[in-house]
């Protein structure tokens, strides 16, 4: 069964600290690997898309990696902030999957204390 | 580009009693998705759509779910017969190809069974 799973399950940083989030994925056949955010009782936006040949993706303080061999990706927030605080979800597009079908984690919700 | 719209925002409605939701994709994406997501959990797939084909649903569509996207634009989702286990947040995405495309996802139909 292919399942994507993000640990941990919540965490709690002060304001300026670097932060990982980690998303790990049961399969490695992969089209691609989408990170997104989702305030409370909102949508999802979009963060950052790695391609299956992409080792890695950047966008201002956010930086995702994907390895397909160990089935792993992180996001990295630098210098986090209070805005930051969020749910942060992980999504892949497997091969030989449902063509329309991200499987997600159940997410990660960071608290960026001021 | 105006992004994924979905109204209404917020359904609150009567144990079985019917209820349409409404998507508008990004104009030049030709594929839409729904998805459904219950409280702390990863969204789940239902069903998507090629312009104005319906290419696959998700068991989880029962048979009181109907979705339709006429004329390969809007497409709506309807639930006969509510049922408390229905109530959940219903996010429609749509992105402008196949598997290997960023989904941008709407705001969300927070829908409440009471």
């Known amino acids: 069964k292919q399942e994507v799973t993000q640990i941990p399950a919540a965490l709690s940083v002060p304001e300026g600290e670097n932060l990982v989030l980690n998303c790990s994925f049961t399969?490695?056949?992969?089209?691609?690997l989408q990170w997104f955010r989702q305030d409370p009782g909102k949508g999802l936006t979009s963060l950052l898309l790695?391609?299956?040949?992409?080792r890695e993706q950047t966008s201002g303080r956010l930086n995702a990696s994907l390895d397909k061999s160990s089935g792993r990706s992180t996001l990295y927030i630098a210098a986090s902030q209070p805005g930051d605080s969020a749910t942060y979800l992980c999504?892949?597009?497997?091969?030989?999957?449902?063509?329309?079908?991200?499987?997600f984690g159940k997410g990660t919700k960071l608290s960026v204390k001021p | 580009d105006t992004g994924v719209s979905q109204n209404p925002r917020h359904k609150i409605t009567k144990r079985g009693q019917n209820v349409t939701f409404r998507c508008d994709p990004i104009?030049?994406?030709?594929?839409l998705y729904w998805y459904r997501q219950t409280l702390g959990q990863g969204p789940e797939f239902l069903t998507y759509?090629?312009?104005?084909?319906?290419?696959?649903k998700s068991r989880l569509l029962s048979d009181r779910f109907s979705a339709e996207r006429p004329k390969g634009s809007f497409s709506t989702l309807e639930i006969q017969r509510t049922e408390q286990g229905d109530s959940a947040m219903y996010l429609c995405?749509?992105?402008?190809?196949?598997?290997?495309?960023?989904?941008?996802f709407g705001s969300g139909t927070r829908l409440t069974v009471v």
């Open positions: 790695i391609q299956s040949s992409q």
């Open positions: 104009s030049e994406h030709n594929r």
């Open positions: 399969d490695s056949a992969i089209y691609n």
């Open positions: 995405a749509s992105t402008e190809g196949g598997t290997g495309y960023g989904y941008t």
């Open positions: 999504a892949v597009a497997y091969y030989g999957g449902s063509q329309g079908n991200l499987i």
């Open positions: 759509f090629q312009n104005e084909a319906q290419l696959e």
